[in-house]
């Protein structure tokens, strides 16, 4: 009975888009920044021992904040189907990150640091949510494109 309401309950649940197709472009855009920036500000010696807590911390929010956008934004053509594909990565992201904090575990057991599975976690599941959330779109084209 329990397992009958759950799936009632995640067909009528749904994720739509809800910021402009334009966040994810910007996404990407912030998360090339936050990646690049702060190996230049390293080269150039901006990032030292007093500022380096702050500076990782604000590459870990801007990460999360531009995996957030792409992942939120609107597509194009969004429709039912997008909803469905959105759901569906949020789904495979959840095994994928399974399979990743269990290796990650084994790893720091194998090496005596258990902390290292735990470090950023969060954002882990976000990238795996775009990269689903990404090849389900991709996939979707190329099924319309080909049934033509």
Known sequence: MLTNNYFC????????GILPTYCRTMGYAVLLLSVFVPLAMFMFGMINDSNLLFTKAAIKMLIWFSLFMIFLAKTKNENEETTKIRMKSMGYAIYLLGIY?????????????????????????????????????????????FKK
């Open 101 to 145: 904090y269990i290796i990650m575990l084994i790893r720091g057991v194998y090496y005596g640091n258990l902390e290292e599975a735990d470090s950023s976690i969060a954002i882990i599941y976000m990238a795996f949510n775009v990269i689903c959330l990404e090849f389900g779109i991709q996939k979707n084209r190329v099924e319309k494109r």
């Open 9 to 16: 309950l995640k067909n009528t649940f749904m994720i739509k």
